[in-house]
Nanobody, 123 residues
Framework: QVQLVESGGRLVQAGGSLRLSCAAS????????MGWFRQPPGKEREFVAT????????LYANSVKGRFTISRDNAKNTVYLQMNSLKPEDTAVYYC????????????????WGQGTQVTVSS
């Protein structure tokens, strides 16, 4: 089992920046790929970004490409999501997820999920 705990979400003004963190514990493995998803109010959960075990491969949703950066520190069992130039449409609950294997952009591809952290971007 892997436990994931997200942190860093808060209220921020449009144009601002935030860094989300996801701390992994339990049966952790640096071979896990990690992903960030988000769920806007009243909408389905959607893919944001993913990173492979080494950090050498990443994928981003078109809506965040160039603004968000996913990274990981395997020594700390932590994954980060740096979010810049935030927009009101980035408002959502952000979830961290882990999977044993390569990159995946769908929720069904992940085995473990965190509880989420709220990001609210005001206009």
């Amino acid at each position: 089992q892997v436990q994931l705990v997200e942190s860093g979400g808060r209220l921020v003004q449009a144009g601002g920046s935030l860094r989300l963190s996801c701390a992994a514990s339990g049966r952790t493995s640096s071979s896990y790929s990690m992903g960030w998803f988000r769920q806007p109010p009243g909408k389905e959960r959607e893919f944001v970004a993913t990173i492979n075990w080494s950090g050498g491969s990443t994928l981003y949703a078109n809506s965040v490409k160039g603004r968000f950066t996913i990274s990981r520190d395997n020594a700390k069992n932590t994954v980060y999501l740096q979010m810049n130039s935030l927009k009101p449409e980035d408002t959502a609950v952000y979830y961290c997820a882990a999977r044993a294997g390569g990159l995946a952009v769908v929720t069904t591809g992940y085995d473990y999920w965190g509880q989420g952290t709220q990001v609210t971007v005001s206009s």
